[in-house]
């Protein structure tokens, strides 16, 4: 069965150095097991973090201006090649890993019959995988427009501010729906001990359930475009108990 991992936040909050924190955790604990990145950030961030451009997306076979790398092979239903092309778009990170890129998606609302044929295509491809690890947009809304599905856990990730703990009670609030009663928490990113017990209280006060605590890693500073950083992986690791993750 498929482990699914959401992470979400604003902007800037840190989710792609905690999506790729994630992905070497699941490598080391479960190794030769498959995970996909299922890249649903607009900024294709994570895709870039590990020095890949990625042109070939969801949207793109949607719009159908996607650029196939092979010839379209013949005789297919319709859903048939959506589910080929959703294959022609996936990129190898290395022999367990692949990333794919959503980028825009349709609202549900619409009733074009792509959006369903879109949908089954997505879930198939998901139950390939061992684990699957969605960066998100700033909540699950958005994912689930694109996909259906339970999400075992969602991480709301959190500044050590005022302002991104209202932000994660938002975030919260949209995304309560479309985590189908499973696990959705926070986890305080770039936090200074000192200021823990200040910001937990905050955070108690917006109603939000505190998974756990990252500390701010100034290496990141100089991996800031590959995203590493063996400190965040470490402080997972700490609080990975309180997951609702295959431990």
């Excluded at 924190?21 to 996909?36: R, T």
Aim: proline share 2%; charged share 25%.
């Amino acid at each position: 069965m498929t482990v699914k991992l959401a992470i979400t936040g604003k902007g800037g909050s840190g989710k792609t150095t905690i999506v790729k924190a994630f992905m070497h955790i699941f490598e080391e604990m479960y190794p030769g097991k498959s995970i996909l990145l299922f890249d649903n950030d607009l900024t294709s961030e994570l895709a870039h973090s590990f020095g890949l451009d990625i042109r070939n997306t969801i949207y793109g076979i949607r719009s159908g201006k996607h650029e196939y790398k092979t010839g379209i092979p013949e005789d297919m239903s319709k859903q048939e090649f959506i589910e080929w092309a959703m294959e022609d778009i996936i990129v190898s990170i290395n022999d367990n890993v692949d990333i794919i890129e959503s980028w825009f998606v349709g609202s549900k609302d619409c009733r074009c019959p792509i959006t369903k044929l879109i949908n089954d295509a997505v879930e198939k491809l998901i139950n390939r995988y061992d684990f699957v690890i969605f960066d998100c947009e700033f909540d699950l809304k958005y994912l689930n427009q694109l996909v259906d599905i339970d999400i075992d856990s969602t991480i709301i990730v959190a500044n050590p501010t005022e302002e991104s703990a209202h932000l994660a009670q938002r975030i919260k609030e949209f995304s309560s729906k479309h985590a189908a009663g499973n696990q959705l928490g926070v986890v305080i990113n770039k936090i200074d001990n000192s200021k823990m017990s200040m910001l937990s209280e905050l955070l108690r006060k917006y109603g939000l359930d505190i998974i756990g605590a990252i500390p701010y890693d100034k290496t990141l500073e100089e991996n800031s475009v590959s995203k590493e950083s063996k400190i965040v992986q470490d402080s997972i690791k700490a609080f990975y108990s309180r997951l609702n993750l295959p431990q």
